[in-house]
């Protein structure tokens, strides 16, 4: 039996200090704290989130959608990003159908025309569609289903009180048809050694994402072995009949927190055919806003989509494409003035092999081409 507990918080968003470069969120908020899906492999349950008891105590933060509506009408550095609700439980998780807490906090992300993307494993979000769509229309709204296996028996061992795989990609079809406009998919996140990184299932949480009518597919090979959420997965894995598993992966991580990178090479390769496959695209399109940052955020995207591709390919990350793609969103004025200016050079991590890359893609910008339009009259 699940305990409920209302509570007030002083703090309702998160500013992140550089965007998610696979979600694209720049702020993230929790309307509850623990999770009633009872996922065995969630990382939340890992001590750096200080949930104590995570599925057997919800707490309910008691008018987070009055003290959402205040944030944002106040915000004086606030500009409107991407939000990303729930990171450390779902937002759907069964107390929603009840209380309506998430859909409360939608109709003020509405409001405020603030961009959305949310991950579930829960069909209940179809509830919502009405708002979702409205957010969609007015800025960019993202919704990704956390779908880890076809197999419904291995699924509802490892998500006991989720929706079935089956249901989720239900509910994946029906947004896809009712609201064409949000960008929707699958996050194929944790894949778990031993139990879900065969090929057969591989292929099918993919095919059955492409059929679904699905926009994307992000995948990530593993999962986190952190402390207390690797103690509590690995028990649960002793006391079913996949006990066999907990040597193996004991094997491959070998006290690490991930597992080695040519496991996940492998893996990647694998996922990177199969999207080629059934041309399905690997990343979100990301929100550009049309203020000032319009073509940081183009750009960044050009860069942190490169840095991605490329690692899949490679296996090697290339950690200056990458800082240069995150440190982009933090600039405080437009790179296309800074172009102009002839000072790419002074931003972080931009060297001359990125600026050679990008600057084809500002040529072809509007504010360029009327520069260059009116320079011969000059």
Known sequence: MVKYIYKEFKSVLNKLKYHDSWFWSRYTLNAYSGCAHACIYCDARSERYYIEDFENEVIIKTNFDKKLDQRLKR????????????????????????????????????????????????????????????????????????????????????????????????????????????????????????????????????????????????????????????????????????????KLLLELYKGQMHPPSDYIKKINDKLWKLCQKYTINVRVKRWIPSDFRKWNYKISELLLNKEYVDWLETGKSNKTLMWAGLNLNNLEESILDVYKRGEMHTLKSFNSEIIEFIEPYLEKSKEIKQKKGLEKFL
Request: charged letters at 30%; one cysteine or more.
């Open 75 to 246: 915000a004086r550095t606030l500009l409107p990003d991407v939000i990303a609700p729930g990171g450390v439980n779902d937002a759907y998780q069964p107390i929603e159908k009840k209380i309506e807490h998430t859909r409360k906090v939608l109709e003020v992300i509405a409001k405020y025309k603030y961009p959305i993307n949310i991950a579930t494993k829960s069909k209940l979000v179809t509830r919502d569609i009405d708002i979702l769509k409205k957010i969609a229309d007015d800025t960019w709204c993202t919704i990704g289903f956390s779908i880890s296996t076809t197999n419904e028996e291995l699924a509802k061992f490892l998500e006991p009180y989720s929706s079935s795989p089956s249901e989720r990609l239900e509910a994946l079809k029906e947004i896809k048809n009712r609201a064409p406009n949000i960008q929707i998919g699958t996050y194929f996140i944790p894949i778990i050694p031993f139990l879900e990184d065969n090929y057969e299932n591989l292929e099918d949480v993919i095919k059955k994402t492409k059929e679904a009518g699905a926009d994307f597919v992000l995948f990530s090979p593993g999962l986190t072995m952190r402390d207390s959420q690797a103690q509590y997965f690995l028990k649960k894995l002793k006391e079913s009949k996949y006990k066999y598993i907990v």
